[in-house]
């Protein structure tokens, strides 16, 4: 080889580890400044739910500098070896390996660019290829790669960048400092009489009356959950077996279908309850969210167009399962 292109080989090296280190965790990079709503290119962010089981509290904390978007969980002491390490989303499996200083890895492509990793497990509950719902086991937390003692490494990527963490809806704050979580990955049973805020999977914001209006035919919605918000809290009531009415907190009024309406699209508001078959809805659980059908058309409470965004309107749509027309009833 000449001396030029020697030189010129050693450059092109030198630029290429700048623009995509390699190191042993190096199969994607970090997304320098990244912020949860600022992810270039990649569909919108599933609904990604805590990597370990329901109700229960894990400490995180970050300290990894070579995985800077990374956060760590963890249960004092060694009490999270050999607990479950979940799915936040469901999607494909296309890891499912020994990974450098990741240890024991499961990689989980969950579409629209998106992607998840655990890793450090101390064995594989999933294989390559695998399709998986969110909540189902990868694996087992473990110690394996780098790691000094048992912990749930996680990692969110999009368009190979790992970004900021989002759970549950809540952005994760990154620091040194010790905080903690409770997971709402849950596997449902029947629904119970209650208060709840009921959020869509598809975005992760809440069912609303817009403006909070109290007004007959009041339109519905949904928006970014607000703590002190009184038309974010939802009155459930059987009236029957798996049948509910649904009543606003604020206004006292119901969740109707305008005029009875059994066309696809028919608008969904509020109007005074009269117990009628438009005023009620079937809320079964689906894995880890609940499905909500209207009993006088058979038709699913539906996000609009699958819209992730705040704002987007809620209606009736014929059934067919996907995030828009799951929703996670949240105690209040």
């Given at each position: 080889?000449?001396?030029?292109?020697?030189?010129?080989?050693?450059?092109?090296?030198?630029?290429?580890?700048?623009?995509?280190?390699?190191?042993?965790?190096?199969?994607?990079?970090?997304?320098?400044?990244?912020?949860?709503?600022?992810?270039?290119?990649?569909g919108p962010r599933p609904a990604f739910a805590a990597p370990w089981p329901c109700n229960q509290v894990r400490d995180y904390y970050h300290h990894a500098t070579e995985v800077s978007n990374a956060l760590d969980f963890n249960i004092a002491g060694t009490a999270d070896l050999g607990t479950p390490a979940l799915a936040s989303a469901p999607g494909r499996v296309v890891s499912a390996r020994v990974n450098g200083g990741y240890g024991n890895e499961v990689v989980v492509d969950h579409g629209g660019g998106w992607s998840s990793r655990v890793a450090h497990l101390s064995r594989f509950s999933v294989g390559l290829g695998q399709q998986?719902?969110?909540?189902?086991?990868?694996?087992?937390?473990?110690?394996?790669?780098?790691?000094?003692?048992?912990?749930?490494?996680?990692?969110?990527?999009?368009?190979?960048?790992?970004?900021?963490?989002?759970?549950?809806?809540?952005?994760?704050?990154?620091?040194?400092?010790?905080?903690?979580h409770t997971s709402r990955n849950c596997v449902n049973g029947p629904l119970r009489d209650g208060t709840y805020r009921i959020r869509a999977e598809i975005g992760g914001h809440d069912l609303d009356v817009f403006e909070c209006r109290?007004?007959?035919?009041?339109?519905?919605?949904?928006?970014?959950?607000?703590?002190?918000?009184?038309?974010?809290?939802?009155?459930?009531?059987?009236?029957?077996?798996?049948?509910?009415?649904?009543?606003?907190?604020?206004?006292?009024?119901?969740?109707?279908?305008?005029?009875?309406?059994?066309?696809?699209?028919?608008?969904?508001?509020?109007?005074?309850?009269y117990g009628g078959a438009c005023q009620q809805w079937r809320i079964e659980p689906s894995g880890t969210s609940y499905s909500v059908i209207g009993v006088g058309s058979g038709k699913s409470l539906d996000v609009a167009q699958c819209s992730p965004a705040p704002g987007a309107d809620v209606h009736l749509w014929p059934y067919h399962g996907e995030a828009c027309q799951r929703w996670h009833f949240d105690p209040v």
């Open positions: 080889m000449s001396h030029t292109r020697r030189l010129l080989t050693i450059a092109s090296v030198f630029i290429l580890s700048l623009v995509s280190p390699i190191t042993e965790y190096g199969d994607v990079r970090d997304a320098a400044h990244e912020t949860p709503s600022a992810v270039p290119l990649a998986v719902a969110r909540g189902q086991e990868l694996g087992k937390v473990g110690s394996t790669g780098n790691s000094t003692g048992p912990h749930l490494h996680y990692e969110q990527i999009a368009d190979g960048v790992r970004v900021r963490i989002v759970i549950d809806g809540v952005a994760l704050p990154y620091s040194q400092a010790t905080r903690q109290t007004n007959d035919g009041a339109d519905v919605r949904i928006w970014y959950r607000i703590a002190s918000s009184p038309c974010q809290r939802w009155q459930v009531t059987s009236v029957g077996g798996s049948t509910f009415k649904i009543v606003d907190g604020n206004s006292g009024k119901a969740l109707d279908v305008a005029g009875c309406s059994t066309a696809n699209g028919a608008v969904v508001h509020l109007w005074p309850y």
